[in-house]
């Protein structure tokens, strides 16, 4: 079944890229994958962080492994 994946990013744009070339690696033509969402979210802006989690739940119930890879400047 493969794993689930949330790409959040504060420029959906940058999110979205990152999926085409997900699907792309899969062998995946039509862009289409189920598995793999985008959403926009600030890590600075708790709403944005509270929505992502929220989405999130409400299309796979759980959150099972959460990776921070974000990068902030002072």
Same mark, same amino acid.
């Given at each position: 079944?493969?794993?689930?994946? &949330? +790409?959040? $990013?504060?420029?959906? /744009?940058?999110?979205? *890229?990152?999926?085409?070339?997900?699907? +792309?690696?899969?062998?995946?033509? /039509?862009?289409? /994958?189920?598995?793999?969402? @985008?959403?926009?979210?600030?890590?600075?802006?708790?709403? *944005?962080? $509270?929505?992502? &989690?929220? +989405? *999130?739940? *409400?299309?796979?119930?759980?959150? /099972?492994? +959460?990776?921070?890879?974000? @990068?902030?400047?002072?």
């Amino acid at each position: 079944h493969g794993a689930r994946i &949330v +790409l959040a $990013d504060r420029r959906i /744009d940058n999110a979205e *890229t990152i999926q085409r070339e997900m699907f +792309l690696d899969q062998g995946q033509n /039509d862009g289409e /994958d189920k598995r793999i969402s @985008v959403v926009e979210m600030d890590v600075n802006d708790e709403q *944005t962080i $509270d929505r992502a &989690v929220q +989405l *999130t739940l *409400t299309k796979w119930k759980t959150i /099972d492994v +959460l990776v921070n890879t974000c @990068v902030t400047e002072c």
